[in-house]
């Protein structure tokens, strides 16, 4: 019999640059997601640029664009994270509708370059920490407690171009006061805080769309070195300011698995966990580099370049729970393989146990009762599963009406997965599920790839009303809410 915990937190989640919208509104600057095309399944999103002499031009986003250009939107490009849900001007009937399911805890973030528009001021935009803050005014309301992720995927585009991002340990101080204005203007509003979200792409799909040369792991290394900073900082911050505070990490939780039981295969598999997945949980846990860091240096003749103080600041930052997304499951295989499998780019051989969605995604509720144990188990740290759901296409019947069965039952496998894993242990708090209001792709920039328990009237093109409606998935969540997991059917 599943038992949920009495306070188990139920709920969704969006990011800010998926669902805000106003892009230009109210004082907001640019980040790297406005810069990025529409795109779909087959094509990929593109980054738009400005060459010196004024000549544009558009490249995937993985590739990078030319040298001395200067990304910026373009005229003649459809970018539809520019007004997303527009969940800027909806946030009050959006969360409405999330009260009405029974919302425990719903997951957002906060765009940094609403706060801070190049991300180099000296003074907060008031508009920004005044929009956030009716957010989550309009929350407590409904006593529905905000979780909350300072970075997720948008670093103000500014400090992208002339600092080069997180590759340059100068981004630091801006990041610094970033969070210590967030966490002082939100005290008393906000407890449970997530550092950087998936903080594992930068190294777990290095290579997945292009070959990766040891340069390109020596940036992702120091790259992801400058996060740890980052996150710990936050954590440090966070414990002085509230003794409220809880801080998490955010992990993009890909369990790997052995095509074969050769033992090449399966050792295999082992350094593919090691890097992709457990390389930042360890270090953002357990607040230092695992002993296999400097063989996964070693491997591409990487040298991270630390200061003194940097094992410190590490110890003292080690996050409070842990937290993750889990969508698919993946296969490794020294061997060669004739069908391979896609989603989200975690790209490895197709495993004849499984189904697969649409975009290539491996249906595997099993698999996340796997991740809980693993993880639990190496860390034993509250876990929370903050991103999980079905991308699919829905159809809205001539009554209004919108039938999402496989939604349902996806969604049904996993939560029964999440029960039995509490069931032997687990210290699982949490769910939200992502998308729980349709969002703009991530990966492909689409509206028809949706999530969410209510659909919203949007299309790829960037027509529709933005009216919301509920999903028939809207009302089978409500009563999995009510019965705190005990009804599934």
């Excluded at 939107?73 to 946030?91: L, R």
């Excluded at 082992?270 to 240096?297: H, I, N, S």
């Amino acid at each position: 019999m599943m038992s949920f915990p009495q306070g188990f937190l139920w709920g969704g989640a969006t990011a800010a640059n998926q669902c805000e919208g106003a892009w230009d509104v109210d004082g907001r600057g640019p980040a790297e997601s406005d810069v990025l095309t529409g795109g779909s399944v087959k094509s990929p999103r593109l980054v738009t640029y400005r060459m010196p002499d004024g000549t544009t031009g558009a490249v995937p986003k993985w590739q990078g664009v030319p040298e001395g250009a200067r990304r910026e939107v373009v005229d003649g490009y459809w970018y539809p994270n520019h007004d997303a849900i527009d969940f800027y001007h909806h946030y009050k009937e959006d969360i409405a509708l999330f009260a009405e399911m029974g919302f425990k805890q719903y997951r957002m973030s906060i765009s940094w370059s609403r706060i801070f528009p190049k991300g180099i001021e000296e003074e907060p935009n008031q508009a920004g920490l005044d929009f956030y803050r009716n957010v989550f005014l309009e929350l407590k309301k409904y006593d529905i407690e905000p979780l909350v992720t300072m970075w997720h995927f948008d670093t103000p585009l500014y400090l992208d171009e002339e600092l080069g991002g997180w590759k340059n340990r100068a981004i630091l101080p801006y990041w610094d006061r970033y969070v210590r204005t967030i966490l002082t203007e939100y005290k008393g509003l906000v407890k449970n805080w997530l550092t950087i979200n998936e903080i594992n792409n930068t190294i777990q799909f290095l290579g997945a769309n292009k070959p990766a040369s040891d340069e390109d792991f020596q940036r992702a290394y120091q790259h992801l070195h400058h996060q740890f900073l980052a996150s710990a900082h936050a954590v440090k911050m966070a414990h002085e300011i509230s003794d409220d505070y809880r801080v998490g990490c955010m992990i993009c939780g890909v369990p790997h698995y052995p095509l074969t039981c050769d033992p090449a295969d399966v050792l295999l598999t082992q350094r593919q966990m090691e890097r992709c997945v457990f390389y930042c949980g360890d270090v953002q846990a357990k607040g230092k580099y695992p002993v296999y860091a400097q063989r996964l240096w070693d491997e591409h003749d990487v040298h991270v370049e630390m200061e003194p103080e940097d094992a410190r600041v590490l110890a003292e930052g080690a996050v409070d729970f842990y937290t993750f997304s889990y969508y698919m499951t993946t296969c490794d295989t020294t061997h060669e393989v004739t069908e391979t499998a896609g989603g989200n780019m975690s790209f490895g051989a197709k495993n004849p146990y499984l189904e697969y969605s649409d975009w290539g995604w491996a249906l595997d509720a099993m698999g996340l009762r796997y991740y809980l144990e693993m993880v639990y188990d190496r860390y034993e740290k509250p876990l929370m599963v903050v991103e999980n759901g079905l991308g699919a296409f829905d159809t809205v019947e001539e009554d209004g009406s919108i039938h999402d069965p496989y939604r349902i039952d996806y969604m049904r496998a996993h939560i029964e997965q999440m029960g039995k894993a509490i069931d032997e242990g687990v210290d699982l708090i949490g769910y939200t599920s992502w998308g729980c209001i349709d969002v703009i792709s991530a990966g492909t920039g689409e509206m028809r790839k949706r999530y969410g328990f209510i659909y919203v009237d949007r299309d790829d093109e960037g027509n529709g009303t933005f009216a919301r409606s509920k999903k028939d998935s809207f009302y089978w969540y409500k009563k999995v809410i009510e019965s705190n997991g005990s009804d599934l059917a």
